[in-house]
């Protein structure tokens, strides 16, 4: 067992007084990177295409971030703080190091110091690769949440899992996804640092044991387990300019020392050494189903090992700062759970309180109570997670006694006060009542919390009329508003240094820690001058991103051409085949010489889909197959090209979210809970076309109707229709749409297979499609074909652009974050002064 800081006795610390900090200056910064790649690396000769110039970089800027952890340590220590840990299973956060230097407002000295060299600090950035350890929008918003806790200096402590291989990289074949691992760590990941000492041990299976203690008491012990260690290496974050440093903490799976050798001491030695893999599997991959429900048992495990290693974890901070008094445990902690997937977190605290600190069921639900709110992120039944009560029995007994008790009280309540209604307890109980009992994780997180929010004002409500109504009855005070929100430093400030200095020329730059400042470029929007500056940081922004696309697809575009851009996760209920109809529209009108008026246009479509979500790869092999007919056929040169980009990910969007003059967020309304593609989008001048839907709401809002493309049914307006829906009687009275589908029937974009082409076709023609996707074709030709006038007047455009951009304040996480403290966290800035 490796040694924990529990046991250690301590023996002295080295005296930092009289420790100078380190030097900022372009010098020092050189002195350092040459040390590391020198001394420490043992290198001679730079390579660019090796890892280890950028490695030297990395540990130079890890020193510096190093010794603001610290000191945001000890006055947090001294302060006694009130404290959040956010509970994620994915952390997408992208490439660091940009972020760290200009956190620490060094970028140009690193600069300078790489200069000496030759080096051109753009090219170590690239040598970079993104730390992918998340889905999409949600792992996104944790990372984006991260960078505004720490700007705004609030105690906040991410826990998540390191897993060994994060999102796979999307390769496309003659038009189909391929899968590659994504080895992120193969060559090392610098910026971590391993915490041996503040290992754990996690139990899975073996059985509960009831027994009576010396006072009388009954009490549980789990034994006969399965242990697993779990590993933390911590990643520093630093704020924005403010010597503020938090950190996000990752468990990594290894196997203990005892490890199962017993059961395969059989014989071999070796054997047995190998099958400590099975533990080491808990945190080896990502599961890649965004808004999909996959029950896997791994999963569970995984979600387990995060839920218990920090919850242990903070445990222990609480012991070795206050003893064993658990009292104002509460008053002093609270656990944020990203989505039910930490669910786990609630009946695992109750375990921990009462079968390892000896608490009482009442004394450690008081505390579970007060301390836990979970956030939900979808509207989507099917995405609501659901656990075989059987696969708990079987790996995680103990908590299966403690969710039966949660669920008893609950229902003893309900009962209380809906006296004899039995279907409303069904309809609530943690445990479905089926052959097969599942565990409904969402009731447990609503269960065990204090607060219950969604993330935009729609989303919210449509959970408390739907999805969560019975809770939102019972326990009306918990349910609560929070919408998303995306981090300016890295989606304006990074990602578009040309519009950041363009803003910086007329207003402060105080909207890199303010984004309601940028309200202020309204005063410009018809400013010529300030307009054609503006549209000459969009045009090179196009240029950059042209290139990029050449590289990835061998498709030439070009930056004259108005860029339509629709990037996220491949899912029907997003209508990546909504964007298609359109492009086929547009096609067909070129075809039939409609074209000549029509602006020169660029759709980009990118994302990823669940490897096993047959559908998504169907609606990526289409695209491939219209975009190969409508590229190839001259009459649509200089008119339209459609691209399909490869391997979207973080790194892909800090290139194309400042290039884009249209945003698609077209969703099924009520089915997209709020969206954060469409902030960083509006934040960098494009206007959107969307259904009103998820934060589409409030963009709207925001920007007012006459920038924004609105179109599409309502959620009201889709329920209405829904039992009554038939596509044909959408698609035979309009002329339009009766040709884009003649195309698809008439095979016009299939190759030899017409698999993908055949179930589209069968997808919009379905009275049952739940998207109904037929039945805002027509609202979305005419939304574009405004868009396209728009755009066509290049001052009105620009002015559009400008406006989206002064509007997008309220999207700044930093306000998100600032909602969830005032609400939920309650927490004080840590003040490094006191
Ligand atoms: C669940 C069980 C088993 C395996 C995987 C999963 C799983 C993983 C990821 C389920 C869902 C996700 C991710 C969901 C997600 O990204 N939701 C998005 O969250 C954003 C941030 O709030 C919103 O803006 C989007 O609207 C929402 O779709």
Redesign the pocket.
């Known amino acids: 067992m490796p040694p924990t800081d529990d046991d250690a006795a301590e023996t002295g610390s080295f005296n930092m007084t009289k420790t100078r900090a380190l030097s900022m200056t372009a010098q020092a910064i050189y002195d350092d990177i040459k040390h590391y790649f020198w001394r420490t690396m043992g290198r001679r000769t730079i390579h660019l295409r090796q890892p280890f110039l950028f490695q030297s970089v990395v540990l130079a800027t890890r020193d510096r971030l190093m010794e603001r952890r610290n000191n945001v340590r000890n006055a947090a220590q001294r302060s006694g703080h009130r404290q959040t840990y956010y509970l994620s299973?994915?952390y997408l956060m992208g490439r660091l190091l940009r972020n760290a230097l200009q956190s620490l407002g060094i970028e140009n000295e690193t600069g300078a110091a790489l200069g000496h060299l030759g080096i051109e600090l753009e090219d170590i950035y690239d040598r970079e690769h993104d730390a992918g350890l998340?889905?999409?929008?949600?792992?996104?918003?944790a990372a984006c949440f991260l960078d505004s806790c720490a700007t705004l200096r609030l105690p906040v402590l991410g826990y998540g899992i390191r897993y060994h291989y994060g999102m796979f990289r999307q390769r496309i074949q003659d038009g189909y996804q391929f899968e590659e691992p994504d080895d992120w760590l193969r060559e090392g990941f610098p910026w971590e640092v391993r915490r041996i000492e503040l290992t754990k041990t996690i139990k899975f299976g073996g059985r509960s044991v009831a027994y009576t203690d010396e006072k009388g008491e009954l009490r549980h012990n789990w034994t006969d387990t399965h242990d697993v260690l779990a590993i933390p290496y911590d990643i520093l974050i630093p704020g924005f300019r403010n010597d503020h440093v938090n950190t996000l903490r990752l468990w990594s799976a290894a196997a203990t020392d005892e490890f199962d050798l017993d059961e395969f001491n059989a014989g071999s030695y070796a054997d047995a050494v190998a099958a400590k893999n099975a533990a080491e599997n808990i945190t080896m991959v990502l599961?890649?189903?965004?808004?999909?429900?996959?029950?896997?048992e791994l999963?569970l495990r995984q979600q387990y090992f995060l839920s218990s290693a920090s919850l242990q974890d903070t445990l222990r901070r609480w012991v070795s700062r206050h003893g064993d008094d658990l009292s104002r445990f509460a008053e002093l902690n609270c656990f944020q759970l990203n989505?039910?997937?930490p669910a786990m977190a609630v009946p695992e605290l109750m375990r921990l309180l009462m079968d390892e600190h000896g608490l009482s069921w009442e004394a450690a639900w008081n505390i579970t109570n007060r301390t836990m709110a979970y956030?939900n992120?979808?509207l989507?039944p099917e995405?609501l997670?659901q656990w075989p009560a059987e696969t708990f029995a079987r790996l995680l007994p103990r908590l299966l006694d403690i969710i039966h008790e949660i669920n008893a009280r609950l229902l003893a309540a309900v009962a209380e006060r809906w006296p004899g209604d039995q279907q409303r307890l069904n309809r609530m109980s943690l445990v479905s009542n089926d052959s097969t009992p599942m565990l409904r994780m969402a009731h447990l997180a609503i269960a065990g919390s204090f607060s219950v929010n969604g993330?935009?004002k729609l989303?919210s409500k449509l959970l408390c009329e739907g999805l969560f109504r019975d809770f939102a009855e019972l326990w009306p005070e918990k349910f609560n508003n929070k919408t998303?929100g995306v981090t300016q430093r890295r989606w304006l400030a990074a990602c578009n240094p040309g519009l950041a200095a363009t803003i910086d020329s007329k207003i402060s730059e105080d909207w890199i820690t303010d984004l309601d400042r940028l309200q202020q470029l309204t005063a410009f929007a018809d400013d010529s001058e300030f307009q054609k500056r503006w549209r000459a940081v969009k045009h090179g922004n196009k240029f950059r991103l042209a290139g990029l696309v050449e590289a990835k697809t061998g498709i030439a575009i070009s930056a004259d051409a108005m860029f339509d851009v629709q990037v996220k996760?491949i899912?029907e209920y997003k209508r990546q085949l909504l964007n298609l109809l359109h492009v086929i529209h547009l096609y067909d009108r070129i075809c039939r010489g409609d074209g000549e008026n029509l602006v020169p246009r660029v759709v980009l479509i990118g994302g990823k889909a669940a490897p096993g979500y047959v559908m998504a790869k169907h609606i990526i092999k289409c695209i491939g197959d219209v975009a190969r007919v409508v590229n190839s056929n001259p009459a649509t040169e200089g008119r339209l090209r459609l691209v399909f980009f490869p391997d979207y990910n973080v790194s892909a969007m800090e290139c194309i979210c400042p290039a884009a003059d249209l945003s698609e967020q077209i969703?099924t309304a009520g089915k997209?809970?709020?969206?954060?593609?469409n902030m960083k989008f509006m934040t960098n001048g494009a206007v959107t076309i969307g259904t009103l839907d998820?934060?589409n709401v409030e963009i709207l809002e925001a920007v007012g109707e006459e920038n924004f493309f609105l179109f599409g049914l309502t959620v009201e307006e889709i329920a209405t229709l829904r039992p009554i829906y038939e596509p044909s009687s959408f698609i035979d009275k309009d002329e339009d749409f009766l040709r884009v589908m003649t195309l698809l029937r008439d095979k016009h974009f299939s190759g030899n297979d017409t698999a993908a082409l055949d179930a589209i076709l069968h997808s919009i023609q379905n009275p049952h499609d739940p998207w109904m996707t037929a039945a805002d074709f027509r609202s979305f030709v005419d939304a574009q074909q405004r868009a396209e006038a728009a755009y066509r007047n290049v001052g009105q455009w620009t002015k559009m652009s400008i406006l989206n951009t002064a509007a997008a304040g309220r999207f700044s996480s930093d306000r998100t974050i600032l909602d969830y403290n005032r609400d939920i966290w309650r927490l004080t800035p840590i003040d490094l002064e006191a």
């Open positions: 299973l994915e998340g889905n999409g929008g949600l792992g996104r918003l599961y890649p189903n965004a808004n999909s429900e996959a029950g896997q999963r989505d039910t997937h956030t992120h979808t989507l995405a997670e993330v935009a989303h998303n996760r899912h969703s997209e809970a709020s969206g954060t593609g998820g934060a």
